[in-house]
């Protein structure tokens, strides 16, 4: 499949879910700064998500830069990924809402782990399709980079189950700070 058409449709859909995303944060209860900082819960989770969206969307771009055909598996694999990224605006306002419900944290961090691992698998599927491409498989093997935030976001598990609630929002802050940097990285080499 020619990956123009695809990029377009994947760029359309992460559009859509980044303006479902900001649609779904509350406003103020009233024009003061006091009512802005109540709401701060819900800024972080949006910002969480939204840099989340926009790292994949930017990864996309630079991956797309270097390949003109991908096979079908690689077109599931980012529709399953589509799919899941599509929850991030629902999951978001759950855990703003309830930033002490432990099942409100458990699928944010589910949802962001769920994420991480079928980028990794959709980009390795493009990687495979694409066997003759030398500027491809020269970074190659820096795909397994992109695995390095799941390790913080389980750590974030532990904290969350045991000594601090909000623990995955901070793993996942830290986590999509350091997808941002491997991903940065890897599109100027």
Known sequence: MD??????????IIAIIMTVLVLKISQPAEPTLAAIWDLRISYLAYLISF???FNI??????????VENIDNTAVWIFGIMTFV???VPYFTIWVALHVDSIPAET???L???I???LYVLSVKAIYNSNPYNKELQETNSKVYYQ???LFIILAGFILTYTIYRPGIYISCLISIILWILIGWRSGNE
């Open 3 to 12: 990956t123009t058409r695809f990029e377009t449709f994947l760029d359309a």
């Open 51 to 53: 840099l989340t969206l």
């Open 57 to 66: 969307w930017y990864n996309n771009h630079n991956l797309f830069q270097k």
């Open 85 to 87: 990224i599509s929850l």
């Open 107 to 109: 699928m944010y961090g």
């Open 111 to 113: 949802l962001f782990v």
């Open 115 to 117: 994420t991480n691992i």
């Open 147 to 149: 695995i390095t935030p």
